[in-house]
């Protein structure tokens, strides 16, 4: 005998279920369509130019408007991921994994090409996936300020979530058992306090975020522009500002945080973190970080090697994809937004 009223854990499967049939046919055969465009067909854009606009682009969001009724609602905080490229042998590696494994539709992505590559010809053509190709010059924080400060700074009145990121990082990497998007990952721990989320925390004064990747949202990249917003001449002073950066967050009223579990282990991890740069070998209190904590691994300084070749040979051979991951993460955020509307308290469930 069926009862009369279901739990609602139930609810929310139901709700799932419905979400994924309505997605339209004609947007999963576009998504296929896309996916098997031409790689000659990426569009690389001059940030210099004043008769284009990049944040305004018609494709940007096409695949997501056309996957979910609630478009509208989530389309608001659709992110934009900036990745900072220069040619070297390492970072071409860190790339073309990044390529295969962290781009999915959830997300807006630029690729800043800093000097010659072919690494465009690697990029799938999707409508959420631009390439800029400019000089190697500024180091990357320069280069990223440059994309946001284009077209008077479109892109920052366009979106209120961001990634800053670059190639000396390989990832994601996730546990086989994970169901979370790497970006939802690093940008959930982006609120109304916290505005600067990284990898790791370096302990060499004063102790600050580093820079291979940031997390952050509308507020925190106007704090950080006037910081980055100039053309770096080496590399002491483009690391200097990845210092500076932690303490302008800090300094407007914000917190800042990074992902590595030795940091959230400690209440006080600032004042006894050793005088050091934790992302060397053997420099994480006498080990090393692993991939899971930080879901990347900076992969320039041959850190465990073997753990690195492992896991990159391991995700390869596992298929492991964003597309598919961060497709059904937006589904159960889709579920629960239904549920909250009808009334269900999904946080007891």
Same mark, same amino acid.
Request: with cysteine; glycine share 6%.
């Given at each position: 005998m069926l009862k009369s009223e279901m739990s609602p854990i139930v609810w929310v499967n139901i709700a799932i279920c419905l979400s994924v049939i309505s997605i339209n046919v004609t947007f999963l055969w576009t998504f296929i369509s896309d996916r098997k465009i031409s790689l000659q067909d990426v569009e690389s854009y001059n940030p210099n130019a004043t008769n284009a606009s990049i944040a305004n682009s018609t494709d940007w969001g096409r695949m997501y408007m056309a996957a979910t009724q609630d478009a509208t609602i989530e389309e608001e905080d659709r992110p934009l991921i900036l990745y900072a490229y220069h040619e070297t042998e390492n970072a071409r590696q860190n790339a073309l994994f990044f390529v295969k494994h962290g781009l999915h539709?959830?997300?807006?992505?630029?690729?800043?090409?800093?000097?010659?590559?072919?690494?465009?010809l690697s990029i799938p053509s999707a409508p959420n996936i631009k390439i800029i190709q400019r000089n190697n010059t500024c180091f990357d924080?320069?280069?990223?300020?440059?994309?946001?400060?284009?077209?008077?700074?479109?892109?920052?009145?366009?979106?209120?979530?961001?990634?800053?990121?670059?190639?000396?990082?390989?990832?994601?990497? #996730?546990?086989?058992?994970?169901?979370?998007?790497?970006? $939802? *990952?690093?940008?959930?721990?982006?609120?109304? &306090? /916290?505005?600067?989320?990284?990898?790791?925390?370096?302990?060499?004064?004063?102790?600050?975020?580093?820079?291979?990747?940031?997390?952050?949202?509308?507020?925190?990249?106007?704090?950080?522009?006037? #910081?980055?917003?100039?053309?770096?001449?080496?590399?002491? $002073? *483009?690391?200097?500002?990845?210092?500076?950066? &932690? /303490?302008?967050?800090?300094?407007?009223g914000y917190n800042a945080t990074a992902m590595m579990s030795a940091f959230a282990g400690s209440k006080n991890f600032i004042e006894t973190c050793d005088n050091n740069d934790l992302l060397f070998d053997g420099a994480y209190f006498g080990t090393n970080i692993h991939p899971y904590e930080m879901i990347f691994q900076k992969a320039n300084r041959n850190i465990a090697p073997k753990q690195l070749e492992l896991l990159t040979e391991w995700h390869e051979n596992s298929g492991y994809s964003s597309w598919d991951v961060c497709f059904k993460a937006k589904k159960r955020r889709d579920a629960v937004r239904r549920m909250k509307s009808i009334g269900f308290n999904v946080e007891e469930i």
């Open positions: 539709a959830q997300a807006d992505f630029i690729f800043i090409m800093n000097g010659e590559t072919s690494l465009g924080l320069g280069s990223h300020a440059e994309v946001l400060n284009s077209n008077n700074g479109e892109l920052v009145e366009k979106y209120k979530r961001f990634i800053l990121m670059n190639a000396s990082i390989r990832g994601p990497f #996730l546990p086989t058992w994970s169901r979370e998007c790497w970006s $939802d *990952a690093y940008l959930g721990k982006v609120t109304d &306090t /916290n505005k600067l989320v990284g990898m790791t925390v370096n302990c060499i004064q004063p102790h600050h975020i580093q820079s291979m990747i940031f997390a952050t949202d509308r507020i925190g990249v106007r704090i950080l522009l006037p #910081l980055i917003s100039r053309c770096f001449t080496d590399i002491l $002073d *483009a690391v200097s500002v990845e210092k500076e950066a &932690t /303490n302008a967050i800090i300094n407007a």
